[in-house]
């Protein structure tokens, strides 16, 4: 794994969008993999700054994203739909029919899933999966004890991201307790991998999915035995490793 430690969010974010960037140029139909949450939304907003600047051309790129909740329909404005229409799609050229999300008011969830993970296949695989890290180590919504070969299925979300995620929500509205998400072994399959994190909260979980032993206790920590992932960390997300990079 490559890790880059850069001094603040806006940094962290500049080099994940011109790593992005990077991709999408060398390969315009690229098959991007895409995060929601606070941590991609500064990247988010430098890829549409590129795009405006007539830098980066979306017309043939394809998008997955990691995640829903379940239940949310993709009009609700805390469904992860939104956020990405929201943040990132609807300032950019991006054809729609090329963005997938799991649809999170599914009537067959179990069929969904499947459809997604052959969807994914027929595009040929993710080229680059954006990933953010939860506090308990979660890639997507693979929460602790997520096999290292899960597949897209329905999830149960832990305490502490439900308490993590309320502050998306507003006061009183219940986060929901169930989602759909690529499992760790579809985001192992992604041919390029770039990890962002930031901040005090994530630094002990930061050092242990980096420098601990591989551990289905966090997901995370799968990333060690890809090939090709990079991994972007502020100076406080960082603090907590023993080796310094
Ligand atoms: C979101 C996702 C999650 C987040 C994680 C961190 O699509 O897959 O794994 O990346 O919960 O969230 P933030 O960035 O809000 O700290």
Redesign the pocket.
Known sequence: MKIIVVSNYDEMSKIAAEFIGKEIKSKRNSVLGL??????LGTYTKLIQMHKKGELDFTSVKTF???EYLGLSPKDKNS?HFFMWDNLFKHININPANVQIPKGDTDNPAKFCQWYEDRIKQAGGVDLQL????RDG????NEPGSPFDSRTRIVGLSQE?LE??ARFFEKGQEVPCQAI?MGVGTILEAKNILLIANGAK?AEICAKFIEGQPSEEISASALQKHKNVTIILDKEAASKLKNKV
């Open positions: 995060a929601t949450g606070g941590t991609p994203n990691l995640d992860y990933l953010g890290i939860g979660h890639i997507a919504f991201t993590d995620n998400t994530k």
